[in-house]
T-cell receptor, first 113, second 112 residues
Framework: AQSVTQLGSHVSVSEGALVLLRCNYS??????LFWYVQYPNQGLQLLLK??????LVKGINGFEAEFKKSETSFHLTKPSAHMSDAAEYFC???????????FGTGTKLQVIP | DTGVSQDPRHKITKRGQNVTFRCDPI?????LYWYRQTLGQGPEFLTY????????KSRLLSDRFSAERPKGSFSTLEIQRTEQGDSAMYLC??????????FGPGTRLTVT
């Protein structure tokens, strides 16, 4: 069975500060890992994905994530937060089969002006 | 590319009524997924279609739930005899290769 754990249901950062959202995964096979963003009353948008290529993955809107197998982690970072980054972020894992995706419980990011 | 669309966006129904939601995937995508998202939770997998074949159903999908994808194009999700616990956001996603899923805006169901 696969699962993800997102540490911190709410994270607050100042505008211009580093964003760090934590995600740890569990998977019995080499995982595929994803970060999605969800704005209020909208669907999910893929930020970035790891599919066993480079361990440092760059995504949209200046976000990136690093796959660390030894730590079973896939933390999301952005060097400088923008007000428009305020949203809910979901880490997700797939076992690479037909790509059934298991999501974490989400982290709401607040950006303080 | 018009994206994944879902209809309706909001549905309010009384307990015991039947409801049906529609999802139109991106036209060339052969894979279609339904998820349910409750407040404060991430989306939970409900079912998966490859073309018109329904290949997996979650245990979350009770006998009151049924999904179809005739001709491998749009899909419908029907809930019979709705219960208050069915109140949630129902999300549809489509994919060409399975690695990248494109989500629709969701249908928010409220059962009173």
């Amino acid at each position: 069975a696969q699962s993800v754990t997102q540490l911190g249901s709410h994270v607050s950062v100042s505008e211009g500060a580093l964003v760090l959202l934590r995600c740890n995964y569990s998977s019995s096979v080499p995982p595929y890992l994803f970060w999605y963003v969800q704005y209020p009353n909208q669907g999910l948008q893929l930020l970035l994905k790891y599919t066993s290529a480079a361990t440092l993955v760059k995504g949209i809107n200046g976000f990136e994530a690093e796959f660390k197998k030894s730590e079973t982690s896939f933390h999301l970072t952005k060097p400088s937060a923008h007000m428009s980054d305020a949203a809910e972020y979901f880490c997700a894992v797939s076992d690479g089969g037909y790509q059934k995706v298991t999501f974490g419980t989400g982290t709401k990011l607040q950006v303080i002006p | 590319d018009t994206g994944v669309s879902q209809d309706p966006r909001h549905k309010i129904t009384k307990r015991g009524q039947n409801v049906t939601f529609r999802c139109d995937p991106i036209s060339e995508h052969n894979r279609l997924y339904w998820y349910r998202q409750t407040l404060g939770q991430g989306p939970e997998f409900l079912t998966y279609f490859q073309n018109e074949a329904q290949l997996e159903k979650s245990r979350l999908l009770s006998d009151r739930f049924s999904a179809e994808r005739p001709k491998g194009s749009f899909s419908t999700l029907e809930i019979q005899r709705t219960e208050q616990g069915d109140s949630a956001m129902y999300l549809c996603a489509s994919s060409l290769d399975g690695y990248e899923q494109y989500f629709g805006p969701g249908t928010r169901l409220t059962v009173t």
